[in-house]
C-alpha cells in the first residue's frame, strides 16, 4: 500500500496560548489535483504540505494550549490546472475560474483525551477569483487553498473553541 504520510506536531512553548496541530495526508497518490507545474514532485508536495501545515499552526495560534486539532487530509484539488505550454515548453499551472481549489478532510478537536468535537469537511471556492481583499499576499503560494482553510477555521473550529471556553468559565464559576 503506497501510502505518504506526514504528521507534524507544532508545540509552541514560548506562548501562553497555541493549540497543537496534527496534520495527516492521507494517501496523496489518490488526491484530485496536486500536480507540480515546472518542480520535482516531491519537492513539490514537501513544500505544498509545509506550508498548508504551517498556515493552520497560525490560525491555531490564540486557541489554548491545552487543545489539539487533528486533520486527516482525503482529497485535495488546488487551484488551477497543470498542461503543457509549448512556448516555455514546460508544463505550468493556469489558474482559471473554472479551476476552483477544493479540499476533504476530517477532523478532531480535542482537550487531551477528550474529544470536543469530529467532522468530516468538504470545502471548495467556486468565486475563488472574484474575492476582493485577499488575507493573503497576492504572492502567497496557495492563497486561495490558505484563504479557504482560514475561512472554515473562522466559522467552525475558532466558534467552537469560543464556546468550549465560556462553558469552562461558566463551569469554574458556578
Not at 137 to 155: H, I, Q
Request: proline share 2%; hydrophobic share 35%.
Amino acid at each position: 500500500m503506497n501510502k505518504l504520510l506526514f504528521c507534524v506536531c507544532i508545540f509552541t512553548a514560548s506562548h501562553t496560548q497555541a493549540a497543537n496541530v496534527e496534520v495527516k495526508w492521507q494517501e496523496p497518490d489518490s488526491y484530485s489535483d496536486i500536480r507540480h507545474g515546472n518542480s520535482h514532485k516531491t519537492k513539490f508536495r514537501e513544500n505544498l504540505f509545509t506550508q498548508l501545515e504551517q498556515h493552520l499552526s497560525q490560525l491555531a495560534e490564540k486557541a489554548p494550549s491545552d487543545l489539539t486539532l487533528k486533520i486527516k487530509v482525503t482529497n485535495l484539488n488546488l487551484a488551477g490546472d497543470v498542461s503543457y505550454n509549448f512556448s516555455m515548453s514546460q508544463d505550468i499551472r493556469l489558474v482559471q475560474q473554472m479551476y476552483w481549489p477544493s479540499i476533504e478532510f476530517e477532523y478532531q478537536l480535542m482537550q487531551g483525551q477528550q474529544l470536543i468535537k469530529s467532522e468530516t469537511v468538504k470545502l471548495k471556492d467556486t468565486a475563488f477569483m472574484s474575492r476582493g481583499g485577499n488575507s493573503h499576499s497576492s504572492r502567497d503560494s496557495y492563497d486561495y487553498e490558505k484563504r479557504m482553510l482560514t475561512d472554515w477555521f473562522n466559522k467552525d473550529p475558532q466558534v467552537i473553541i469560543t464556546d468550549w471556553q465560556q462553558q469552562q468559565v461558566g463551569l469554574i464559576s458556578e
